[in-house]
T-cell receptor, first 114, second 107 residues
């Protein structure tokens, strides 16, 4: 158990819908990262937050957005869902924002768009 | 060409064999991670390296910064080592992932 929690574990929804994925980092970790793992693209970095502020952006679509709240939990919002958004979404947390630091991964949310 | 390349893509070994998985990268990095992903999907961080060599139990990871190459070795492999092993490099505040190596260790 990494100490990072994600809810829900599974989510099934329809095209065009909007969903919210939630992540709670390890106690004391200020940085949260979101990743998408799909069958055709593998693991990709989406976005990073540090202490409530956006720190780095990767291959995140404009239909997706994220935020980190004062209690440090983070939410990833996916809207106008398409079949291709079906994937495993992981969040990870670390103590610091950058440099050489280890990331701890949550168990993931499996999103299925029908 | 991917910025992070792993080889082999698939590997089948007999229990007890010595296993090596390779990772080459083409970008400047501050660290390299080796991750393990089991069939259930969860990801575990095995190592984080910025130089040299690290050992944890039967796992050894090495990195050569000049050659932009890292290896993950598993000694005395066991069926419970069966998983996908993923190399990821840290470049400018984000992780770039390799496509993974699917390892199957047969009893």
């Amino acid at each position: 158990d990494s100490g990072v929690t994600q809810t829900p574990k599974h989510l099934i929804t329809a095209t065009g819908q909007r969903v919210t994925l939630r992540c709670s980092p390890r106690s004391g970790d200020l940085s949260v990262y979101w990743y998408q793992q799909s069958l055709d693209q593998g693991l990709q970095f989406l976005i990073q937050y540090y202490n409530g502020e956006e720190r780095a952006k990767g291959n995140i679509l404009e239909r997706f957005s994220a935020q980190q709240f004062p209690d440090l939990h983070s939410e990833l919002n996916l809207s106008s869902l398409e079949l291709g958004d079906s994937a495993l979404y992981f969040c990870a947390s670390s103590v610091v924002a950058g440099g050489v630091n280890e990331q701890f991964f949550g168990p993931g949310t499996r999103l299925t768009v029908l | 060409k991917n910025e992070v390349e792993q080889s082999p893509q698939n590997l089948t070994a007999q229990e007890g064999e010595f296993i090596t998985i390779n990772c080459s990268y083409s970008v400047g990095i501050s660290a390299l991670h080796w991750l393990q992903q089991h069939p259930g999907g969860g990801i575990v961080s095995l190592f984080m390296l910025s130089s040299g060599k690290k050992k944890h139990g039967r796992l050894i990871a090495t990195i050569n910064i000049q050659e932009k190459h890292s290896s993950l070795h598993i000694t005395a492999s066991h069926p419970r080592d069966s998983a996908v092993y993923i190399c990821a490099v840290r470049a400018t505040n984000k992780l770039i992932f390799g496509t993974g190596t699917l390892l199957a260790v047969q009893p």
